[in-house]
């Protein structure tokens, strides 16, 4: 069974076009997707620097990373933010009621940590949460968002990660507004990022989030699992027609890091994650040990022509069109630049879910999914070499994805038949 979204497609595309203007939180930043680094994933709250000394949530992971976001090409790349998720603060806040870092951990403090994080060229990130207490029992922010806000501004904090685990005595709804109010009023730009929806009984209204935050963090968290990443990705499929009109430059949503180069996804699940958040205009964060990624994984994670996708400046979050669940293939697109007179670019990603051991040939043409300039496109293959010209969209192409794979397609319109070279 085929079955397209094409009119909701339509129709979500013009509304955003009407809507974006002037709705999101006015602060200049975000205004493509966040890019960068981000503890979480990978490293948890280990605390335990003695036994585990580049593992544990320690100034020294972060300015390893630093360096290594640099050295490595990461940050030519575009990843700019290192974000210390949870468990690097300390227990009790100091004696002028200001939050503190661990002192066994962070040594130096946070500032100097800042200062190291922006001398490579590079933002720095840091998180919090709205309640009582941090996810992992570290102190929250509830009653001290001015204060804390401040603390950060004059570290130079770049971007806050805002969880919002111990809020059951606390109105979410006034407190992550009330906490992005304090730090506008720093005067310092900082990305605000919002674990808000994770708080909310469904249906959730996410006009509001939309106003004060960054991002915000639509589904629970992810974890190094290949079922976890089809899941996130079937959950932002389905509620797409909510989710995808929400996005734009400065507000994004965000199904949670990159799990890329850790211990369970295979190199095609690999392409699958990245393809996927970069038709789905989705924060890029890594969160894996960047001094040991295997290069096959840094490709991808570096892959400067499925970063472009993600980071097109028009911002629109690509949508699932086709779920054929009769061959397991899905078809994703994201209207992307250059804009031809009146014709969108579009990346298109086919993502198979065969798992029966050879690649499959799937026959589609570009007008199955959507695509519908009439005098066709110039197709590129972004993972590989692969690069064509298709005069009439509803010419079928043969589409190889291996099990459980992806294959991207970048197709520009072309504007008259004169430019043809070739045709496949
Ligand atoms: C929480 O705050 C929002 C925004 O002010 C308000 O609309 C809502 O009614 C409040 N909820 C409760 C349970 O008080
Ligand atoms: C604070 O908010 C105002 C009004 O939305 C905005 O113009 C300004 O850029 C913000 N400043 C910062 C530092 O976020």
Known sequence: MISTGLTDFAVGFILLGILRPGYGLDNGLALTPPMGWMTWERFRCETNCKDYPDECISEKLIRDTADMMVSEGYADAGYEYVIVDDCWLSHKRDSDGRLQADPDRFPNGIKALADYVHAKGLKFGIYEDIGTYTCMGYPGVDGHHEIDAQTFADWGVDYVKMDACYTSHINVSEAFPDFGRALNKTGRPIVFSCSWPTALEKPINFEPIKQHCNLWRNNGDISDDWGMVKAIIRHFAGEQDNYAPLAG???????????IGNYQLSLEQSKVQMAIWAILAAPLLMSTDLRNVYPEYKAVLQNERVIAVSQDVLGIQGRRIIEDTKNHLHVWTRPVTPVVGEEYS?????????????????????????????????????FGDDKFEVTDP?????????PYGVVLYKATPVSSKANFTQVK
């Open 346 to 382: 579009y990346a298109i990603a086919f993502w198979s879910y065969r798992n029966d051991g050879n690649p499959h040939t799937f026959k589609i043409s570009l007008k199955d999914a959507g695509l519908t300039n009439p005098t066709g496109y110039s197709v590129e293959d972004l």
């Open 249 to 259: 430059p400065g507000h994004w949503n965000d199904p949670d890091m990159l799990v």
């Open 394 to 402: 509803s010419v079928e192409l043969k589409v190889r994805i291996t």
